[in-house]
């Protein structure tokens, strides 16, 4: 079986975003990015289902192509996937952030190309938070999707993946092939060891353009503007609970 | 121009983010209809057609259906966008999960978990987890929008809409395998009044439920937790509140041991009142909160129920 992870380089989850004095957007200049978590989360799962980690078995997977739109440093993104076990890397080269529709229809045609059985990816960027191109994707080739996975059973043409949903877990039986889109907790990722980061140096990375799948990317949406949240003031302290009580009656009437 | 909106209910009843989400559709159309999909789900319609504002409720029912799986969900509601120039649904789990869909099949951008409708073409949605909010133009012809319940006034009752039942669908390629619910007799996490989470400071699920749910149960309250103490095992993963879970804004929010890092605040800082109970003085939970109280919870949380009474 061959699983295609696409991957997203992104601001690292641990530095918070500042928004442009202008308005413009975020300001990502001089800050650390990193392969979006919920992607790493993908490769994981896709190198368990190789090495047959947990209770998957060994061979599930045969190989794992990652696919990444972004600029030339997405290179980097794609070094890590191929580091924790990935085979070989694809980058499309795009120096504006694609919308969702757009990447979805880029997706499309690298599935048309690769024809895998699999489509493994995060369930959002943690920058736009659109939560949107996996099952976009899915959509566009017709295929079932299975979003916000905690456990993912692939046994023969069907997969069996439990699903993070309000209130609870539901599980479903998707054919294959299919796309299935990764929840925080379906696994923990690696870090890749030394000699695996060696080895990924010599792993093949195909250099491509967004121009090269012929399909319309335009932007159909205008960002009027980008702005920070109203901050909420800090309150007051208390020190004892009957004064807290007496608070929240009185003076917020919330109790 | 004729709006949709597709319905969050559990069949018996309609969830007021559906009375949102009305809401919320009003700044686009006056011309609102709601589509209520499921099984067995027309006392949940009867509530639809009483929404004050709606035009007309449609109604379809399978197997796939009642599972709002997405296949079946793009299914039914493709054919219907002829007549309607956007979708509205709350970006609950489900809605998340087919909205994209319908929009990469109508070829439109979709517009997620809008918090606010500026006009008919204009919306404000948070990104890179509530840091920021981006405010986007969309003159497509047909528009596919989930919601964020939590910052629209739920629409009033009153209304006497038609119901309408039509075809139902199912997804081929999808079976429904199995459900697990967390029962619970709290208020939902989405929907309460007020939640008391936890955070990792509890140390343990013994005492996370011997700490939080005695004080949650006496205010009837929801129970919520941080990520760091849904990752360490002392809660599961539905009590989940930030940017990965729940984003809830009840009345009255009350974190206790929990430090407030920046995806815990995305998802509860629009709550009215925020009281903070943590030990650490210089934890950030502290610069959101209205009432803070910089104690240890194992001496704080039991003062705190006598003083309830």
């Given amino acids: ?211 090269d799948y012929g399909v319309d990317t335009a932007p159909r949406l205008k960002v009027l503007k980008v702005t920070e949240p109203p901050k909420r003031q800090a309150g007051v302290k208390v020190d004892n609970a009957a004064d807290l009580v007496a608070k929240l009656r009185n003076e917020a009437g919330v109790l | 121009m004729a709006v949709l909106v597709i319905a969050d209910h559990d069949n018996a009843h309609l969830r007021d983010t559906t009375h949102k989400t009305v809401t919320a559709a009003r700044a686009l159309s006056g011309d609102i209809d709601v589509l209520v999909l499921g099984q067995n789900c027309a006392a949940a319609a009867k509530e639809a057609a009483g929404i004050e504002g709606v035009r007309k409720v449609l109604t379809a029912e399978s197997a796939g259906l009642d599972k709002m799986i997405a296949e079946a969900v793009e299914a039914v509601v493709l054919p219907l966008m002829d007549g309607y120039d956007a979708v509205l649904t709350p970006a609950t789990s489900a809605g998340k999960n087919f909205a994209p869909r319908i929009a990469a099949r109508l070829d439109t951008a979709p517009l997620t978990d809008v918090v606010e409708v500026v006009d008919a073409s204009t919306f404000v949605r948070p990104i890179y987890a509530g840091n920021a909010l981006e405010t986007v133009q969309s003159n497509e012809a047909k528009k596919v ?112 041991g929990i430090s407030g890092a920046i995806q815990h605040l995305a998802g509860m800082k629009d709550s009215k009142v925020i009281v903070a109970i943590n030990k650490d003085a210089d934890a950030p939970i502290f610069q959101v909160a209205d009432y803070g109280w910089v104690a240890d919870y194992k001496t704080a949380v039991p003062e705190l129920m006598k003083a309830l009474g």
């Fill in chain 2, 145 to 256: 929008i989930t919601v964020r319940p939590t910052t629209f006034k739920a629409a009033g009752t009153g209304g006497s809409a038609t119901v309408e039942s039509i075809a139902g669908a199912d997804a081929p390629k999808t079976t429904f395998v199995s459900e697990e619910m967390v029962k619970s007799d709290r208020p939902e996490l989405g929907a309460a009044k007020i939640v008391v989470s936890g955070g990792r400071a509890m140390g343990s699920a013994e005492e996370f439920k011997a700490v939080i749910e005695p004080l949650a149960d006496r205010l009837g309250a929801a129970v919520g937790a941080s990520r760091a103490a849904v990752d360490a095992g002392y809660a599961p993963n539905d009590y989940q509140v930030g940017q990965t879970g729940k984003v809830v804004a009840p009345q009255l929010y009350i974190a206790i």
């Fill in chain 1, 1 to 211: 079986m061959k699983v295609l992870v696409p991957v997203k380089r992104v601001i690292d989850y641990n530095v918070k975003a500042r928004v442009k004095p202008d308005q413009s957007g975020v300001d990502l200049a001089n800050v650390k990015m990193s392969m979006n978590p919920f992607d790493e989360i993908a490769v994981e799962e896709a190198v368990r289902l190789v090495e047959g980690k947990e209770h998957h078995a060994a061979g599930t997977a045969t190989e794992i192509v990652v696919v990444s739109i972004g600029p030339a440093q997405a290179q980097e993104t794609i070094r890590t996937a191929l580091a924790m076990g990935a085979d070989r890397g694809v980058l499309i080269q795009s120096d504006s952030d694609l919308e969702p529709l757009a990447v979805a229809k880029v997706l499309q045609k690298v599935v048309e190309e690769e024809q895998p059985n699999l489509v493994l990816m995060g369930k959002q960027a943690i920058d736009g938070d659109n939560n949107a191109v996996g099952q976009m994707l899915a959509a566009l080739l017709g295929w079932p999707q299975a979003t916000f996975a905690s456990k993912l059973v692939v046994a023969g043409d069907s997969a069996e993946v439990t699903r993070e949903i309000d209130g609870g877990l539901q599980t479903l039986k998707v054919s294959l092939p299919a796309v299935v889109t990764t929840d925080l907790r379906l696994n923990t990722p690696r870090y890749a060891s030394l000699p695996n980061i060696m080895k990924a140096k010599k792993k093949e990375i195909a250099m491509k353009a967004v121009a």
